[in-house]
Structure formats: structure tokens, C-alpha cells
């Protein structure tokens, strides 16, 4: 073939588009405007058709013909988005198309024509009537030689070159899964606007439309305007990635599109058209992609600022925050619901902040199923009766409550209707994002926003990938079973109901319990899980300042007493919100609980005495805590701090005279069984009255199980259960409380009608018949009063060894002495009146214990003389002479 020599002939652009082996697109270098394009089809050659999928202008669906692909392929590999030179005439008649030849470059002398290439790899064939032309000579020449060679089309071969095409996918959403996230190679053949293409799947050939994930660029419109920007923004990707070999990501489907990521080797174009102003992020498809999400709000960011193209007159919404106040670090001291906290900055101010973007379980509300208005039931509690609110309050205060976290105010939403101004953050505990952790246990859900809304968290998009997780994995308040019900009851203000409760709380010593309000500095409201029950709950031994409070019968308000503000915000800080130790120890008139309770082994009556904002009370006098009490506040008095700011040493000495005046003992002796005795002195008793109706429950038990056998490991024992146990003395059944659980399916229990402990196997337990497991107790334990047994074991068992003699399965007189956990009491041989506590000490087998009770002051000083007896007579513990003038420790005596 001759080459035109001729500068008229020649022009000069850039391949847009190969369509087949002989048929491409040129856009011609423009001279203004957008650049004209060409469709220009190779001179005298004809190459393979490609398949065509049926359609609604092609009602014949065809196969590729040989080599089709191959030729098609073999010009785009070459031409594509490259500089060519090329000639070109329009025949009559012909339409849009021109004809023409195409050189790979700038220079027609040198650079490879691709009519001739086709030609020599077998690729084309020579148009019918058009051999014989002279001036395809060498076309002639060069389609012999790829005979001779059996190149291509001219192969024996030539019906294997014939693709299988998947014109459809069956299932996208199993297909988007299949994939795993994996990259798949595909060809770019369609740029319908810019984040919309036509890809062509590989190695399968598969076509498919994919949306971009993450963006969405202005739409063209086939009738009509379109909108600003389209044309550009589809000129920019054709551009850059028409018929490029890419790499695709599918991510998700959108009807019966597809949505994913387009990698080409030089970047995310997503990334790029976002960065140019010719797209927006897209929430929903942002939250579908499984990178890049930061790279690309990052370049939406950069495009705003910079204000170009759909940007150009953007102005941001979200509030501007100085920086002093956009970043802080400050303690959590509460967790108001699932989605607000206070926390104390670094000036001790408290302030009120909600986690961004973020919605906590909500109360159902509207309509129901029968059309009838949702109203709250009778007592209705949010925290505990609105599903998965209470998770979600449990899982931040676990994490936060009393921990120092990392605040960033992402935006400040103003008052709206009843609502006040909202601080909306996001709040860093130990590297963790709080919103993004709760989000992704499903204990709260996203806010959607329109696409225009700045006012959103900084975090925003993780929180939709976290959303996306826990929606997928069917947990929180995406879960279709097992959601959470909590059957609380509340003994606030009903008396009948906190008597119920009552023995079951004093019984069980101490309790778990979370403290949920603080009233005041000693009043406090609780709930006890093992219980499913809300108390409130009176700090003992201590007065406590009280705040102002409305009068009895509508009177006044009564003014606050000083100091009670600061108490109740040393117990607030202290406690709320806080998981605590109690113990029940009596209940009054109203209702209300009254015991100790401790933080962190940290006892709040005795702080708030040591700290000056409480006193102690004379109810605390007889406790176990008395001395402790007694020396925080003598020594709150020493440093005038709180309450004792204006103490006087003459009001010193008026509460010294009331101190020293002596209460009687009191002598109320009760008779009583002594059923076990512990190895180190303290012992279990029955009170003589209950006898009988121990008798009872005990025939109810054995005659229930004599009838009804338990299945033998039917019964799963838990640890602090009241359950059936098998004594393997005498194989009867009998109550007990299950203290510990071994891992060798061994239970650790305590028989609590007798006292008694031993350790059984989990197949001699079982559940207790109905109504025999309401009773309390039977046994009680007790401490001898003002008696101390030996440390030296041998002395120890000894003594232990006399005292049952005494006093073991006998009828005995009691009398409490000093109430407490246990109780501290004297026993009297009724027969013989011997008090059994002195006679140990007379016979030399026990010391006596000191106290600083002067209401047991005569009962000290009688001890004494008995022990003063004991050691004249070189008794026991003092055959080797007076073992408390050095103390001697290897003598038996208490340190």
C-alpha cells in the first residue's frame, strides 16, 4: 500500500476507543470546545465480528467470530489512550463513518501501520473485490505470507478462538460474596457518566454495570438537561480509564447493578474525581466498601476548600469550634444513657456530651400491630424495660465510669423545641473510639444524614462499617431472638415489698449491687442484679448533712444543712454509677435499706467521717466499725476540716462527758441448740422455738424425694444457689448453699439448717421441692463475746475440743452481746448457769478479748478474774508461766 505524502492527508489524535479489530474512535485535537471525535474504520480490510448480546434494538443474540476478540484486543493494547497519525475520506452515503489508515505515532515513515499489522498476524482479511486493486499490492503480499503461516483466521485452530460469554449474572449479591473481596481483572468498554462504566469481567467475559462505591458524579441525561458538570466528569474518566486493564473490587449491588472500587495502576479514579470537584462522598455506598473510605472524604475535603467546580459556592454548615475547646481530656464520672455522658474537665467543671452521630435503643412508640397508640405500662422503667438500653448503659459504664478519656467535639447541635444545645463528640477510651465499639455491639444505630450535612461525627463512616457488621452478624438491636428482658422490681416507697425482700438481702452478708442514684450524701439508690431489685439504701453509723428537702404534709422546704452539698458530691464521686459491696443490716419504717457499702474495699461511712462531712452515729457504737468510725472523726476534729471547721474545745469536752456515759447491759437470753463448731471457735446455733417447724420442712423435703427421686446431674449448680444436698453421712437431703464450684464437678457447700460444710460431687444436688426453699436459715453463726481461742493450733483444737463438750446438741441460753456479721454472744448452761465463755478461760483454755464497749465492761472485768485464776493455777495455756508479759506468739497468745 502506497502512504500519502501529502500534509493534507494527514491528522493527528488521540484513540478514544477500539470497537472491533477494524472499527475505532479517534478524538481529534481540539482547536476549543470539546474535542471532535472520529469513527474511523480501517481502508480495505475487514476484521472478525464481535458477539452481540440480544437486546431491545437486536433481537438476534451471535457469537464472536474467530479471532474477533484477539483482533480487537491487539488494537486497543496497542492504540489506546496513545497518539496517532491517520487519514481519512467519507465515501457517499456512508453516514457517520469514515474510512481510512492508522500509523501507531506521529511519523507515517516509521511508525508500524496497523492496517498492515492486522494483516500480517491474521487478525483481518482483505475486503472482498479489493485484491485486485493495485495499490494494495502489498496488503496482497502480506496476507499470502500469513496464509503460508496459517496465522490466525488462516489456523487450523481458528474455532477455538471463539469466546464463551456470561452475558448475565444469576445471583449478584452470591456472586459480590463469592469473591471475598478479592481484586478481579476487567476491561473499562462504557463510560456511561462518571461514576457509572461498563466493565467486562476476566477471565469469564463477563459484562457487567458497576456503580462507583463511595461517590456519585453529576447524571447525563438521554432526554433533557443534564446536570452540571456530567459532560466533564464523563470526559475525565474516558480520559483516563476507557479501555484501560483495571482491576475492580465488588463490593456490593444496587438492584441490578453492581457496586465497587476501580483500581487502575495509577490510582482510585473515585479518589480523583472527588479531588477534581466532579463527584460527592455517598454515605449508603461509602458504607459498602471495604478500604479507601478516609482517602476519599479526605478528597472531597480538599475539593471543598479549594471551591472548584460543583463546589464553587459551597459554604459549610458545621459550627466553628475554637480550638481551646475542640480538644480536651477529661474523666467520666457518668453515663447518662446509651449515648450521653457527664465528665469532669481539668477545671473540675462538669459538663453534659453526647457521642456523635449515634442513636441508643429507643421506646418503641406509634402504632401497634392492631392499630391501637403505644402507651408505657404502669411503672414503666426505660433503662430496664426498652431492649438493649440497659446493655448498652452496662457497656459504657464498665469502660468509662472514673476513667480519663480523649474528647473531640465534631459538632454542637443548637436547641431545638424542648431540646437543649447538644455537644456531639467523639470519645477516645485506651485507643478505642466508645461510639464505633458500641455501634459494632449493636447497641445503637447510625444517624442518617442528607449528603449536604456537614454536622456529623469524624468518625462518621466507620460508624456505618461497624453498623454494617453487627446488622450482618444479627447481635444488638439487630437480632431477631433472644433480645433481653429485665423484670426489675422497685421497694422504693413500698413497704410491703421491702419487706419481701428483706431476709433474702440481710441473709446473704454481702452483695453485689450497682449504685444507680445518689440522693445525698448517705442516701443512695441501688440495684442489686442477683436480685432484680432497686432499694434505697441509708449509709450506717454515720449522720450525714442533708440537703434541702420539702417538708412532711407540704410545709416548706427545709434549707440545706452545711456541708451536705459537699458530701453528696464526695459520695456521688465516689460512688455513682460504680459497681459496690454491701451489707444489709436493717430496714426502717419506710422501707429503706440500711448497711455498709463499699467501694473498691474503700468504706464510705468511714470517708465521709475521715473527711469531715459526716459524723458518727450512736447506732454505730455496737458495730464492728465503731473504733474506725470513732478515730476518723476524732481525727476530722483535730484538723477542723468539714463540719468540725468551728469546733470549740469546749463543745470537745461536752461530747467527751457524753462518751463517757456507761449504757447498761442488756440481758435478753434467748434458748438456743448448738448444732456445729467451727475449727476456729466461732459456732452454728438453732433458736430452741424453730424447732418444730424445722421438723416440717425437713419431713416435707425427705417425703417429696422419697416420692419424686431427682434424676441423678440433672441439677446445674451455681455458685451462691440454695439448693438440695445429699449428706453422705446418713444419704438424707437436706438444705444448702453452694459456696464454691471446683472444675472437677466438686461443689463447695454449706448446709444452712446446721452449719455444717463439706465438699460433694454435682450429682448428689439437686433443686429443692417447691416452697421449701422461702424459709430462712435455721442456723445462725456466732462468735463468743470477749473470748479469744489460741493461734497455736494445737491449743486452738484443744479449746474447740472443751467448748463442744460443753455445749455441742445442747440446749443453751443465749443472749447478743454486740450485733454484727457475725453476731458476738454469751452462752449460759441453764442447768448448771455457767456461763460457757468464762469457763473456757477459767480452765485456761482461751484468753480474754479486749473492748472499749463499757456497756460489757463488768463482763470484762469478770473474765479477768477468771483468767487471773487460770494463770495462778498454771492452767493450760499458762503451765509455762505468764504468756502475755512478752506476748509470745509460740504460747498461743493473739498479736
Known amino acids: 500500500m502506497s502512504v500519502p505524502t501529502h500534509a493534507s492527508y494527514h491528522k493527528i489524535g488521540i484513540v478514544k476507543q477500539v470497537l472491533s479489530g477494524d472499527t475505532l474512535i479517534i478524538r481529534k485535537q481540539p482547536q476549543g470546545g470539546p474535542p471532535p471525535e472520529k469513527l474511523i474504520t480501517l481502508s480495505c480490510i475487514t476484521a472478525p465480528k464481535l458477539a452481540r448480546q440480544k437486546s431491545a434494538n437486536n433481537d438476534t443474540e451471535t457469537k464472536d467470530e474467530p479471532f474477533a476478540w484477539e483482533a480487537r484486543e491487539f488494537l486497543r493494547k496497542k492504540l489506546v489512550g496513545r497518539e496517532v497519525v491517520f487519514t481519512s475520506e467519507k465515501p457517499p452515503n456512508s453516514g457517520t463513518r469514515e474510512y481510512g489508515i492508522v500509523w501507531s505515532g506521529r511519523d507515517p515513515n516509521k511508525d508500524e501501520n496497523m492496517n498492515e499489522a492486522l494483516i500480517m498476524e491474521g487478525l483481518c482479511k482483505i475486503r472482498d473485490g479489493a485484491r485486485n486493486m493495485p495499490h494494495l499490492k502489498r496488503l ?10 496459517k496465522k490466525g483466521v488462516w489456523g487450523p485452530d481458528a474455532h477455538e478462538h471463539i469466546r464463551n460469554i456470561k452475558w448475565t449474572v444469576e445471583d449478584p ?40 462505591s463511595g461517590i456519585r458524579c453529576p447524571l447525563i441525561k438521554q432526554d433533557g438537561e443534564s ?11 474516558e480520559s483516563r480509564i476507557l479501555q484501560n486493564d483495571v482491576e475492580v473490587i465488588l463490593e456490593s449491588v444496587n438492584n441490578t447493578n453492581f457496586v465497587g472500587t476501580i483500581l487502575h495502576p495509577h490510582g482510585n479514579i473515585a479518589e480523583l474525581l472527588l479531588r477534581q470537584g466532579f463527584a460527592r462522598c455517598v454515605d449508603w455506598s461509602l458504607s459498602v466498601m471495604k478500604a479507601g473510605i478516609i482517602n476519599l472524604r479526605a478528597a472531597e475535603r480538599c475539593a471543598k476548600e479549594a471551591k472548584i467546580r460543583k463546589w464553587a459556592n459551597y459554604i459549610s454548615n458545621a459550627p466553628v469550634i475554637p480550638p481551646e475547646e475542640k480538644e480536651f481530656t477529661a474523666t467520666v464520672m457518668e453515663v447518662v444513657n446509651g449515648d450521653a455522658l457527664v465528665v469532669k474537665v481539668s477545671n473540675n467543671i462538669e459538663k453534659k456530651i453526647f457521642l456523635a ?56 447541635q443548637p436547641p431545638k423545641d424542648n431540646f437543649q444545645e447538644k455537644i456531639c463528640c467523639t470519645v477516645i477510651a485506651g485507643g478505642i473510639n466508645v461510639a464505633e465499639a458500641l455501634v459494632a455491639k449493636g447497641y445503637a444505630t447510625v444517624v442518617r444524614y442528607r449528603n449536604d450535612n456537614d454536622q456529623r461525627s469524624s468518625h462518621y463512616d466507620k460508624l456505618l462499617d461497624a453498623e454494617g457488621k453487627a446488622q450482618k452478624a444479627g447481635i444488638g438491636l439487630f437480632a431477631k431472638k433472644d433480645i433481653p428482658t429485665h423484670r426489675v422490681q422497685d421497694t422504693s416507697g413500698d413497704v410491703a415489698k421491702a419487706k419481701k425482700f428483706f431476709p433474702f438481702l440481710k441473709r446473704a452478708q454481702k452483695t453485689e449491687a450497682i449504685v444507680e442514684f445518689v440522693a445525698g450524701g448517705s442516701r443512695l439508690r441501688l440495684y442489686i442484679p442477683k436480685e432484680s431489685v432497686i432499694v434505697t439504701f441509708l449509709l450506717a453509723g454515720i449522720y450525714c448533712p442533708r440537703l434541702s428537702r420539702p417538708a412532711a404534709g407540704g410545709g416548706p422546704i427545709h434549707d440545706a444543712e452545711p456541708y451536705s452539698e459537699e458530701a ?15 451489707t444489709i443490716e436493717e430496714m426502717d419504717r419506710a422501707g429503706n435499706f440500711i448497711g455498709w457499702l463499699w467501694v473498691e474495699n474503700e468504706n464510705i461511712s468511714v470517708s465521709l467521717v475521715e473527711h469531715g462531712l459526716a459524723s458518727m452515729h450512736h447506732s454505730a457504737e455496737t458495730s464492728e466499725f465503731a473504733r474506725v468510725i470513732k478515730s476518723a472523726e476524732e481525727n476530722a476534729k483535730k484538723k477542723s476540716i468539714g463540719i468540725w471547721k468551728d469546733f470549740v474545745e469546749a463543745e470537745k469536752e461536752v461530747d467527751t462527758e457524753k462518751a463517757l456515759q456507761q449504757q447498761d447491759r442488756v440481758l435478753k ?72 464450684i471446683s472444675e472437677n464437678k466438686m461443689a463447695h457447700i454449706l448446709y444452712i439448717d446446721y452449719g455444717n460444710r ?22 445462725n453463726e456466732y462468735v463468743l463475746c470477749c473470748v479469744k481461742f489460741p493461734t497455736d493450733p494445737d491449743d486452738c483444737a484443744e479449746a474447740v475440743s472443751a467448748f463442744s463438750a460443753e455445749s455441742l446438741n445442747k440446749k443453751l441460753l443465749i443472749n447478743i452481746e454486740v450485733r454484727g456479721q457475725p453476731p458476738f454472744v454469751t452462752l449460759v448452761d441453764s442447768n448448771t448457769n455457767v456461763d460457757i465463755g468464762k469457763h473456757l478461760i477459767k480452765e485456761g483454755l482461751a484468753l480474754v478479748e479486749a473492748t472499749r464497749d463499757r456497756r460489757l465492761a463488768a463482763l470484762v472485768s469478770d473474765y479477768r ?17 505468764d504468756i502475755t508479759d512478752d506476748d509470745a506468739v509460740e504460747f498461743g497468745a493473739r498479736r
Open 173 to 212: 449479591k452470591q456472586y459480590v460474596n463469592n469473591l471475598k473481596g478479592k481484586a478481579v481483572p476487567a476491561i473499562v468498554e462504557y463510560i456511561r457518566d462518571g461514576s457509572t462504566v461498563r466493565l467486562c469481567l476476566l477471565p469469564d467475559y463477563t459484562p457487567i454495570t458497576l456503580m462507583m
Open 669 to 740: 437470753y434467748e434458748q438456743i441448740v448448738i448444732t456445729f463448731i467451727k475449727p476456729d471457735g466461732n459456732f452454728y446455733g438453732q433458736t430452741v422455738t424453730l424447732g418444730p417447724s424445722l421438723e416440717s420442712l425437713m419431713e416435707k423435703i425427705h417425703q417429696e424425694f422419697k416420692t419424686n427421686p431427682p434424676l441423678s446431674g440433672s441439677y446445674i449448680p451455681k455458685k451462691g444457689s440454695i439448693c438440695a444436698a445429699k449428706f453422705t453421712v446418713d444419704n438424707h437431703w437436706y438444705r444448702a448453699k453452694i459456696e464454691k
Open 227 to 237: 446536570e452540571p458538570f456530567a459532560e466533564e466528569a464523563r470526559f475525565f474518566v
Open 140 to 149: 496482497v503480499e502480506l496476507e499470502d505470507v500469513a496464509k503460508a503461516q
Open 568 to 582: 453528696y458530691k464526695f459520695t456521688k464521686d465516689k460512688c455513682l454509677l460504680h459497681d459496690v459491696t454491701v
Open 758 to 779: 463439706e465438699v460433694i460431687d454435682f450429682t448428689r444436688l439437686a433443686a429443692l421441692p417447691a416452697g421449701t426453699e422461702t424459709d430462712l436459715p435455721y442456723a
Open 357 to 412: 452521630s449515634i442513636r441508643p435503643p429507643r421506646e418503641k412508640n406509634g402504632q401497634e400491630d392492631d392499630g391501637k397508640q403505644f402507651r408505657r405500662p404502669r411503672g414503666f422503667k426505660p433503662l430496664y424495660d426498652i431492649p438493649w438500653m440497659f446493655e448498652a448503659r452496662e457497656f459504657l459504664r464498665k469502660k468509662l465510669v472514673g476513667k480519663k478519656v480523649n474528647v473531640t467535639v465534631d459538632y454542637i
Open 865 to 881: 478474774a477468771a483468767q487471773e485464776q487460770a494463770k495462778a493455777s498454771r492452767l493450760n495455756l499458762w503451765r509455762h508461766g
